[in-house]
C-alpha cells in the first residue's frame, strides 16, 4: 500500500486515508527507548516518527488501541491501552513524552510489555514495536521468545549501532518487513512500509497463524461476523491427504487445529457464511515443527574479550528437563559447566580470556531421559583499549548537599564511540541508599563532566565504549571535603 501523494500532518490525503481508516483491529504497544544512551535528537526523532506512523489509524475497542512504555533503569508506562480513543489526544500524548534517562533496562520493560499485552479481554492481534539504538540492550532473547509465544509480534526499528544478530533474532518473520536498521536523518522513508507491514498483521480479513508446534496449529482472524449472522466453514489438510472440515460460530475468532504431523505443510481455508452479504475466504498455509529434540542449532552473539552469548534452538520445554553448557578453551584448558533450566535458550559465559577460542557444548536432558548435545567453537575478541586517565577535581558547590567533582577522563581515540559514566547519588537523609547510583551515556567526543550531589567516599566509574564492545573502566572514589 504505496502511494505518491504528500501529506503534511494537518492535511491528510483522502486516498491514502480511506485505505487505512476502519481498516484493522488490534493492539499496539511501542516500546521506546529512553535511557540516557539514546540523544535527545534520536528520542525526538522516534517520537515524531511514531506520531506519523500511527497518524492515519482509526482508534478505539473495536480499531486500533496504543500504548507507550518507556525503557529506562525502571520502566514507565506513559499510557495504556485504552486511553487515547482519537487521533488527537494521541498525537498530543506523544509529542509530549519527556524522556527517562537512566540505564537501558530492556528485559523489566519487556516483563512489563508481556503484562500489558497478555493480561487484556481483547482477543486481537497484538504487535511491539521496539524504537532502540540497540545499545545495552542486556538479555532479551527469552521475554522476546516468550512474547511470540503468546502470539505478538514483533516490529523493531534501530539506530545503525545496534547489535543486528541480537535484533534480527528478537523480530518476528518476515525481517525484511519487520526490522529496519536506520540513519535516523532518513527514518521517514520507511513510515509507508512499516505501516503497510502493521496493516498487514492487524487486517481484519486475514487468517494468521498464532501459536505452531509439531502436533498442533493456532489460527486467528478479524470477526467478521456474530453469533446472529453466520458461521464458519474451516478446512485444513496436507498434501496427498483427506480434507477435514469443521463449522464454527459466528462468534469465533480463533480455533486449533490437533493432531497435526510433524515437518508437514497444511493449508488452511477459512470460508465465512453470512446471511447478510457474500465474503471472501481466507487462507493460510504453514509448516508444523519438527519433531527431532534440540538442540537442533546454536548461534554466537555478544562476542567480547571476556564473553560471549550462546544461544540455542528450537526452545522445547515441554520435551527437555534441563540443559547444561560446557565450555573450555581450545587445545586444553579447565572446563566449566552451567545448568539451566527447561525455559531458557541462551546464556551469556563470562570470565573468559581474549583473543581464545573455546569449545562450547550445550547438552539437552529430554524427558524420556535421552540426551542430545551440539558443539560449536567461539572465539573472544582481542582485550579492547582500557580507560587511560580519570581524574576527580573538587566543583564549586551549588548548595550544601553532597559533593560535588569535575570528572575528567582520557581515552584511546581508535574505534571510540562513548563512554558509560556511573556514579552514586546522595540519598534524601545523605546516606547512600539501595538502587541510587546513576549512569549516563556520552559521546566520544566528551572528556569532562560535573556531577552534583554525590554521597561521600561514593565511586566515579567510566568505561570507553568501542564500535566492536566496551574497555576497561577506571573508578575513583570521592573524598568528604572539609569546610572551613
Known amino acids: 500500500m504505496k502511494t505518491t501523494s504528500i501529506c503534511n500532518k494537518h492535511i491528510f490525503c483522502f486516498v491514502f486515508l480511506s485505505t487505512v481508516q476502519n481498516c484493522c483491529e488490534g493492539d499496539i504497544l511501542l516500546l521506546l527507548d529512553s535511557s540516557g544512551s539514546v540523544t535527545n535528537y534520536e528520542f525526538s526523532v522516534f517520537l515524531r516518527f511514531a506520531s506519523d506512523l500511527l497518524h492515519p489509524f482509526s482508534l478505539g475497542r473495536g480499531n486500533v488501541r496504543v500504548a507507550l512504555l518507556q525503557v529506562g533503569t525502571t520502566p514507565h508506562t506513559e499510557f495504556s491501552l485504552d486511553v487515547h480513543t482519537k487521533q488527537e489526544s494521541l498525537q498530543e500524548a506523544l509529542l509530549g513524552v519527556r524522556q527517562l534517562q537512566g540505564d537501558t533496562n530492556t528485559p523489566a520493560a519487556l516483563q512489563e510489555a508481556k503484562r500489558l499485552l ?3 479481554e481483547q482477543d486481537v492481534p497484538k504487535v511491539l514495536l521496539w524504537l532502540t539504538d540497540g545499545v545495552e540492550s ?7 521468545s516468550e512474547l511470540k509465544a503468546h502470539g505478538v509480534s514483533v516490529l523493531i526499528v534501530y539506530t545503525i549501532h545496534g547489535n ?6 528478537a523480530v518476528s518473520p518476515p525481517v525484511e518487513s519487520h526490522l529496519y536498521s536506520m540513519d535516523l536523518s532518513s527514518i521517514e522513508i520507511i513510515t509507508d512500509d512499516l505501516r503497510e507491514a502493521i496493516i498487514q498483521i492487524m487486517r481484519a480479513e486475514r487468517l494468521s497463524v498464532t501459536h505452531l508446534t509439531s502436533h498442533s496449529a493456532v489460527l486467528q482472524w478479524g470477526p467478521a461476523l ?3 449472522s453466520g458461521n464458519y466453514n474451516l478446512w485444513y489438510s496436507s498434501v496427498g491427504k483427506p480434507v477435514i472440515k ?7 475468532s480463533k480455533a486449533e487445529l490437533t493432531s497435526l504431523q510433524p515437518e508437514t ?3 488452511a481455508v477459512l470460508q465465512p457464511q453470512s446471511s447478510q452479504r457474500p465474503l471472501s475466504p481466507l487462507s493460510v498455509t504453514f509448516t508444523t515443527l519438527p519433531d527431532v529434540l534440540g538442540p ?5 552473539s ?3 574479550p571476556h564473553q560471549v552469548r550462546i544461544s540455542w534452538g528450537p526452545l522445547q520445554p515441554l520435551w527437555v528437563q534441563r540443559y547444561t553448557v560446557e565450555f573450555g578453551p581450545i587445545p586444553f584448558g579447565e572446563v566449566h559447566t552451567v545448568a539451566l533450566d527447561n525455559q531458557r535458550s541462551s546464556t551469556l559465559l563470562t570470565g573468559l580470556q581474549p583473543g581464545t577460542q573455546y569449545l562450547v557444548t550445550v547438552n539437552a536432558l529430554h524427558m524420556d531421559g535421552t540426551e542430545r548435545a551440539l558443539s560449536v567453537r567461539a572465539c573472544t575478541q582481542e582485550a579492547l583499549p582500557a580507560l587511560t586517565d580519570l581524574q576527580l577535581s573538587p566543583a564549586e558547590r551549588w548548595d550544601m548537599e553532597g559533593e560535588d567533582v569535575q570528572a575528567v577522563w582520557q581515552a584511546h581515540e581508535e574505534g571510540l564511540k562513548g563512554f558509560w559514566v556511573s556514579w552514586e547519588t546522595l540519598s534524601s537523609k545523605n546516606i547512600l541508599s539501595d538502587g541510587s547510583t546513576s549512569t549516563v551515556y556520552l559521546p566520544a567526543t566528551t572528556r569532562a563532566t560535573r556531577l552534583t550531589h554525590l554521597a561521600s567516599n561514593s565511586q566515579v566509574c567510566v568505561s570507553p565504549v568501542y564500535s566492536s564492545g566496551r574497555g576497561d573502566g577506571i573508578c575513583c572514589t570521592v573524598k568528604t571535603q572539609s569546610i572551613e
Do not use: F, K, P, W
Not at 296 to 300: F, K, N, Q, T, Y
Open 296 to 300: 537442533a542449532e546454536i548461534s554466537l
Open 265 to 267: 505443510t497444511y493449508t
Open 138 to 144: 542486556g538479555d532479551v532473547d527469552e521475554l522476546m
Open 118 to 120: 497478555t493480561n487484556t
Open 246 to 252: 469443521d463449522v464454527l460460530s459466528g462468534d469465533s
Open 164 to 169: 543486528h544478530q541480537v535484533m534480527q533474532r
Open 226 to 228: 456474530n453469533a446472529d
Open 302 to 304: 555478544d562476542c567480547g
